[in-house]
């Protein structure tokens, strides 16, 4: 009987996003330190931008004096930032090395290249939405406790849920930008790996 081919491999091999959505939490759910340690990171990256950004906003309001954010400050978020996206790759190419064994099995069992990348990715998005919505709110109560203290809660008050809105989906979108920068080199790395040469790595 003859072998299958490639392309008849393809329509055999399929994984839907929600089993895929199933396996990323599964996989989160078993590292656990490495996955709060990666939402931390981009929560702490997105929190800082919050503040900023949120600053701005407030001072906008406070029309009785000329403040304004310093652009030095929005250097430090961007680097900030940077630094999350080298910490958060760093610890991906870690998990790949790790998961080694786990991809060779996956790939001796039919999964293709794209299954791999998918998962990763799946992954790291979930991961930067935990950690953009956690950044939001921590560094929007440091904001309003800060520029409350500092110009008075009424100029606070007066930032409009639109505005809030805005931020909220810049915080996210940025956090999310940052994991799959993170996550696009371990991803294909990933993918690339030989289910022989895997079994080989030992961590």
């Known amino acids: 009987m003859p072998e299958p081919t490639g392309k008849e491999t393809a329509k055999k091999v399929s994984l839907s ?32 931008l919050t503040f900023i950004t ?9 029309t009785e ?7 030095y400050q929005y250097w430090l978020a961007f680097i900030s930032l940077l630094l999350c996206v080298m910490s958060i790759a760093s610890s991906m190419t870690i998990a ?6 786990e991809i060779g099995i996956m790939k001796c069992m039919g999964a293709l290249d794209r299954h791999i990348l998918l998962l990763f990715f799946t992954e790291s998005t979930v991961m930067s939405l935990a950690g953009g919505i956690l950044g939001f709110l921590f560094g929007s109560m440091i904001a309003v406790v800060t520029y409350g203290l ?3 809660f009424d100029v606070v008050s007066r930032v ?6 805005s931020l909220f989906g810049l915080s996210v979108m940025v ?6 920068s993170a996550t696009v080199y371990p991803a ?16």
């Open 188 to 203: 294909y790395k990933a993918a690339n790996a030989r289910p022989t040469e895997a079994f080989k790595v030992e961590v």
């Open 96 to 101: 790949v090395l790790e998961r080694s064994k």
């Open 54 to 62: 949120l600053g701005s906003i407030v001072f906008r309001q406070y």
């Open 175 to 180: 956090a999310f930008a940052i994991s799959i």
């Open 150 to 152: 500092q110009l008075g």
């Open 17 to 48: 996003i929600g089993e895929t959505f199933d396996l990323s939490l599964k996989s989160i759910r078993r590292r656990p330190i490495k996955a709060t340690y990666n939402i931390a990171t981009v929560a702490l990256g997105t929190s800082f």
């Open 65 to 71: 004096a000329f403040i304004s954010i310093e652009a």
């Open 160 to 165: 409009s849920p639109l505005e809030l809105l």
